[in-house]
């Protein structure tokens, strides 16, 4: 059967032909736009910066979209081929009212997307969000006459102003003093361009993989363990201190060691608050889904850890509402509110390389410190019905859990978690399982297995 459109707080998502059309995303510019102008009413034109990951239909959409916004009177700023954080921190920077990034993030060549920023450059919140779907779903917009439709212009500046925001909160001197070896994978996506300019700037002698922001990924882009092995491979034939992994909108990092070991996205949240948390002392913010290492970290350096639904605007909000130091989400997005209120692979590449070079330690051993949990992460095709039937079923299994229900539902149990909750963006069930032992872990998973099976 042929897969919906989904459009839900985290914007628009689909496969381009099957049922994301040009005049699908004309029709959601033309939404934003109205919500825009409803939202800044008696002040002079906004404007609305849009940038793109490197998809061949990105092009097509970032048209289609900024048809939409300037027939409603709306200026766009064309930021090209740019990082989602690039959007986030030029929607800020040119005191923009929203920003469009055209990503479908780790899905694979044919999807696309349309994700909305307001002016602070986070996506909207909720109420927002299903006020700009109505205007979207009852075509309540009215295009503006000739004279008042908004007008398109190009900016270069997104790379530049990214890089030296990141430099900013790292000791570059001292990291380029080291001379790290790094293996970058950009998966032929939008963050090729601006790391090799970080890396460069920090010092690394780099060996790049997949970096021409073609959109024709060399490997599934998602930058999970059964994706990397050949960065892994490249790791450590080429002797490498660290390997880097983006994903095509490059707001996610994973890792991999000096030996050529993938030790995951998690580790990049948890490196990250270490370096911050040695530096400054103060609050994190994280989603239900990620690591108890930050938790660990947290509590050895007198700190805390606030936990948030999952999704980026949910942790950065929290941040800024709290003054958090650093934040994320166990995917591998990093957010640090002195560059963007954004999750960023470049923020996280330059605080590990400051970690390595503050403690002179490799990337195994710092892992092996901060380890000892066991994780595992699985994705079934589903519907929100299968999943609250199996979410009821488990919450009868794991009765005697501490159980949270604002994101799906998370088990919290003396040995370990679970998290069951249905994706924004895809038509999916995700499942994370993290305990102290692979025993526990595995015992846990078969629970679950039961019960999904006996429902789907």
Known sequence: MPQELIISISGMRGLIGQN??????????????????????????????????????????????????????????????????????????????????????????????????????????????????????????????????????????????????????????????????????????????????????????????????????????????????????????????????????????????????????????????????SQIKGTAAANLSTSRMIDDIAAQAGCRVIRTSVGEANVANAMMQNQCVIGGEGNGGIIDLRVSPVRDSLVGMAMVLQLMADTGKTVSQLAAQMGGYCMYKAKYPTDKACAEAIIEKAKAVFADSAINTSDGCRFDLPDGWIHIRTSNTEPIMRIIIETKNPETRDNYLEKIETIRKSIV
Do not use: W
């Open 20 to 277: 994301l059309f040009p005049q699908t995303a004309a029709a959601y510019g033309c939404a934003f736009g109205t919500f825009l102008k409803q939202r800044y009413a008696g002040s002079s034109k906004p404007s609305v910066a849009v940038g793109r990951d490197s998809r061949p239909s990105g092009q097509m959409l970032f048209s289609a979209v900024a048809a939409g916004l300037t027939a409603v009177g709306i200026d766009v700023v064309d930021l090209g081929i740019c990082s989602t954080p690039g959007v986030g921190i030029m929607v800020r920077h040119l005191k923009c009212a929203g920003g469009v990034v055209i990503t479908a993030s780790h899905n694979p060549t044919p999807y696309n997307g349309i994700k909305l920023l307001l002016d602070n450059g986070i996506s909207p919140p909720r109420e927002m969000a299903e006020q700009i779907i109505r205007l979207y779903r009852d075509r309540q917009f009215v295009p503006t006459d000739a004279l008042g439709c908004g007008n398109v212009r190009a900016s270069d500046q997104t790379h530049q102003v990214h890089l030296e925001k990141v430099l900013a909160i790292v000791k570059k001197d001292m990291i380029a003093s080291k001379r790290f070896k790094v293996v970058l994978d950009s998966v032929n996506g939008a963050g090729g361009t601006v790391s090799r300019m970080l890396l460069e700037a920090l010092g690394c002698r780099v060996v790049y993989m997949n970096a021409d922001p073609t959109g024709l990924f060399a490997h599934t882009p998602e930058p999970t363990a059964e994706n990397l092995t050949t960065l892994c491979q490249k790791a450590a034939e080429t002797g490498a201190d660290i390997g880097f992994a983006q994903d095509p909108d490059a707001d996610r990092l994973a890792i991999v060691d000096e030996n050529g070991t993938y030790i995951g996205e998690e580790f990049t949240l948890a490196f990250a608050a270490k370096h911050v948390f």
